[in-house]
């Protein structure tokens, strides 16, 4: 377990700002505290919840590997510190500069500060290097939400205990429902930057942590304390915030974005519409990824080299690659598996391939073919959901390792922003 407490020291923006994010970081804390040490994939009954989980997660590929036994002891610790936390929303927080309300979710551009020439003008941009001084209380909030909702549905999945789903549904109503602290499914002013802009399109990836919440929404369904009114409240929610990003200009503008913010609003728009039971925008995210994203982004050997240009070239091209693959993979239907997809017999770029060009430095970062990030070097790499999905896709006892030998929970701010699946095993059907 690794804690960066200066990843954390963002909240000079508003003295409530400071409160809230306090009490974010003392939650965070004391759940990590409390911790000890693909389409052809399928969900069983198993044995009763108090020998182990009470469904598998097994593939033909991994013969002698349970996700859910494997995952149990974690997501139970997990879960059980979640149910000490209170549902706490965006409206506990408040950014003074931002031109939106009390239920818009803000925050500001990472890489923008002041001008040293001109410090009550526009930002200047600092690629790389994330300003302190920024707002982010709403960010963390959304991750701290994610991070307790998806710990409590992932305990409900595998083992039926309501106090779990309980819990669960307490956080997403007061999210999506509750008029008094849920969130507007819109981000209007994400990303702004002094000066410049009161929001932009690429905020829209400021709610990729939002991906494994949806998922935890469908994990939960059935519960006798998620009512059918939980249910439709909280996919009515996604199907709203999904309807802004196919429609407004921020969204249609992050959707083009041909680095990991394109694979961000798909792998959004697909776990989103996975809960609306919304074909037409899954099948219209299948052809995204492999008519788009894999041939625009990846390189022959399976590297990203958008990524591998900016100054945190290993650390963006694990994000991407954690995204690509966990999109992969809830796209996959038992007639396709979008982990093994690749574009031709003679391209073999595709999911595998570009696991396969990032795997032997997650096992060994010596071996890394780039040049170092400018931040963040010894942060990564972490439990990353790449080497699962694609081990459980081809079978490769190497990635599983790798997968299990490293951190799952690392509390480091940037790992956490940069960590979109939390929970695997509800990315499993």
Known sequence: MRFCSS???????????????????????????????????????????AAGPVVSITSPALPGFDLAKHEYARVIRLADAALKAAPMTIVSAVNPRSAG???????????????????????????GMSNPGNFVAHRLLLMEFSRNVCALAAAYKLTR??????AAAAHLRAWFIAPGTRMNPSLLYSQAIKGRF????????????????????VAVRGAKSYAPSDDAGVTGWFRDYLRWMRTHKYGIDESKAENNHGSCWTLQAACFARLAGDEAVLNECRDRLTKIHIPAQMAADGGFPRELRRTKPYGYSIFNLDVMTALAQVLSTKDTNYMTWKISATDDRGMLKAVSFLAPSLADKSKWPGKRDVMHWDDWPVRQPALL????????????????????????????RNFPVRQPVLWYY
């Not at 205990?161 to 309980?166: G, H, I, L």
């Not at 009161?198 to 929404?217: F, K, N, P, Q, Y």
């Open 7 to 49: 990843s954390f020291g963002f909240f000079a923006a508003s003295v409530v700002a400071a409160s809230v994010a306090a009490s974010v970081i003392a939650a965070s804390v004391a759940a990590a505290a409390s911790l000890a040490g693909s389409s052809d994939c399928r969900a069983s009954k198993g044995v009763p919840a």
């Open 198 to 217: 009161t929001g932009r399109g690429i905020g829209v990836i400021d709610t990729l942590h939002l991906s494994e919440v949806a998922l935890a929404a």
């Open 101 to 127: 309300g009390a239920h818009d979710f803000s925050s500001e551009g990472d890489y923008w500060w002041p001008d040293p020439d001109n410090p009550d003008g526009p930002y200047i941009q600092r690629d």
């Open 161 to 166: 205990d309501e106090r779990y789903a309980t």
């Open 389 to 416: 999905f694609g081990a459980m896709a081809n079978g490769d006892s190497d990635w599983l390792a790798t997968w299990k030998k490293l951190d799952p929970d690392c509390m480091v701010g940037e790992v956490q």
